[in-house]
């Protein structure tokens, strides 16, 4: 279900107050074209959370999280799709939600 107008300020706080989430919304707007694998989206969040873990038990931690947690709740608002039948997101471009975000990104990666 696609968003047809711009979320909430709540909704935004609400969707980059958690980490990994925020992360899978970095990779998904640096797509040109809003499209990836759900496996290219694990691998991205997988190398921006890069750990002492045990790297294929983390990877499986991700995946059920991106699957169950996040991208249902990223769906619910509107901001993507996900098929998992065909392993793909689609990511629908959201100004305010991008706006936010470059701002948690530029603070996350830069001071």
């Known amino acids: 279900m696609r968003a047809t107008s711009s979320p ?8 980059l107050s958690v980490r990994r989430r925020r992360y899978a ?5 640096e797509q040109t074209d809003g499209i990836t694998t759900f496996d290219k989206l694990v691998d991205d969040v997988l190398a921006r959370e890069a750990g002492s873990e045990n790297r294929d038990e983390h990877r499986q931690q991700i995946q059920t999280s991106l699957q169950h947690v996040h991208l249902p709740r990223l769906e619910d608002a509107g901001i ?18 991008e706006e936010w975000l470059e701002h948690a990104r530029h603070k996350e990666f830069i001071d």
């Open 25 to 29: 919304l970095y990779y998904l707007a």
């Open 80 to 97: 993507l799709e996900y098929d998992a039948r065909s392993d793909t997101v689609r990511y629908w471009q959201q100004p305010t939600l």
């Open 8 to 15: 909430s300020l709540d909704l935004v706080f609400n969707l």
